[in-house]
């Protein structure tokens, strides 16, 4: 019986992971609240199609074509006289503090599991910036299912006590 409510939470999770406005917190809230099926069960499933969704979307960002190819070249110079081209250098440093931190450890994990159990900062940016730093598919995988199983059991729980 469970294992059908547990595939389709899976696929759930995996389209919401891509598609922002598949909201799997209303998917879990609204299977808890109609007690059609059990809310623990859909919290897992939804965990573990988010978690499969985003490393999918992580693996597409470090495995995309020519990525290495232009990974080694330099930007174009900007003119810093201009507002624009204050604006560009100001995006490339901001770009490359955020690949910098994600591929730190001491840094990388506490910000994947922050936004995956938290969502601040939003996990679908995250798994884009994560996919093209240093870190690691094992680590990125292990704290966004870790962070993604806190909170939806948390909210799977939160409705069953009603």
């Given at each position: 019986m469970w294992l059908w409510q547990f595939a389709l939470a899976v696929g759930f999770g995996i389209g919401s992971a891509v598609i922002?406005?598949?909201?799997a917190e209303a998917y879990v809230l609204g299977v808890g609240v109609s007690g059609a099926l059990d809310p623990v069960v859909a919290a897992v499933g939804v965990s573990v199609?988010?978690?499969?969704?985003k490393v999918a979307m992580f693996l597409a960002v470090r495995y995309r074509p020519g990525y290495a190819a232009r990974k080694g070249k330099?930007?174009?110079p900007v003119n810093l006289y201009t507002r624009w081209g204050r604006f560009v250098q100001w995006n490339r440093d901001l770009s490359k503090r955020l690949l910098d931190?994600?591929?730190?450890?001491?840094?990388?994990?506490?910000?994947?599991?922050l936004s995956s159990s938290v969502g601040i900062p939003p996990l679908y940016g995250v798994a884009l910036i994560a996919g093209a730093s240093r870190m690691g598919v094992v680590t990125f995988t292990l704290s966004v299912l870790t962070g993604r199983l806190a909170r939806f059991i948390t909210l799977a729980a939160g409705v069953s006590l009603f």
């Open positions: 922002p406005v598949l909201n199609g988010q978690t499969i969704g330099e930007p174009r931190a994600l591929s730190d450890r001491r840094w990388g994990i506490p910000v994947t599991l």
